[in-house]
């Protein structure tokens, strides 16, 4: 069974510094990859996906990822963190073959951003 | 466009009892899956259904079931309730039927006591 890692469980930063929350998956085989995003009292909402092609996709909000195959990885990054990036983030991973899948979250990180 | 719609928003039950819960996925989606969402345990899939079919299932004992019905709105029930079904349930419905981007609803927020 495939399975996500998310090193961060909570990361606490002030504003003006920068974010890399770390993301490694299990599955062996082609993957579509995402960041999800849970504003407080929010929906949780796609922040940036990764499907094929160029391995650094950006997101909403200045947020950028890059997949690294070899590493197995799909680090989130920002080079500025705001007050309004509090929030929690969720890595996701789907076997990109569809038909019989499940996707598979990680355990989300929280972020809070001091002003 | 609307987005994903969950009803009811909160819900409070005792043990033993059983509880549906619905979910309207955006309209045109035809896939909808759910999620238990705990503080310890993150997101946990827990079923995927496509035009009325159930096609993938997750970890959950068989007192978690779901089904799907024409319109692509989708219920799930549990049964016999125990205090560790206390969760957020969280639908996602997806444009397609391949593994793409979920648009998630809102959540209902279950308490059993």
């Known amino acids: 069974a495939q399975s996500v890692s998310q090193h961060n469980h909570h990361v606490i930063l002030s504003e003006a510094a920068s974010l890399e929350l770390g993301c490694n998956y299990s599955y062996g085989g082609t993957v579509n990859l995402f960041w999800y995003v849970q504003y407080p009292g929010q929906h949780l909402q796609l922040l940036l996906k990764y499907f094929s092609g160029d391995p650094l996709v950006k997101g909403i909000k200045g947020f950028e990822a890059e997949f690294i195959k070899s590493k197995f990885s799909f680090n989130l990054r920002k080079p500025s963190v705001q007050w309004s990036d509090t929030a929690e983030y969720f890595c996701?991973?789907?076997?990109?073959?569809?038909?019989?899948?499940?996707?598979?979250f990680g355990r989300g990180t929280s972020l809070i951003v001091h002003p | 466009k609307a987005g994903v719609t969950q009803t009811p928003r909160y819900l409070i039950k005792t043990r033993g009892q059983q509880v549906t819960l619905s979910c309207s996925p955006i309209s045109g989606h035809r896939s909808v899956s759910w999620y238990q969402q705990t503080p310890g345990q993150g997101l946990q899939f827990l079923f995927e259904?496509?035009?009325?079919?159930?096609?993938n299932k997750g970890n959950f004992p068989g007192r978690f079931s779901g089904r799907q019905f024409s319109n692509s709105r989708s219920e799930m029930n549990v049964s016999t309730l125990e205090l560790g079904d206390s969760a957020l349930y969280l639908c996602?419905?997806?444009?397609?039927?391949?593994?793409?981007?979920?648009?998630f609803g809102p959540g209902t927020r279950l308490t059993v006591l």
């Open positions: 259904y496509f035009s009325e079919t159930q096609r």
């Open positions: 996602a419905s997806i444009r397609g039927g391949g593994p793409n981007e979920q648009f």
């Open positions: 996701a991973v789907n076997s990109a073959s569809g038909g019989s899948y499940i996707p598979t």
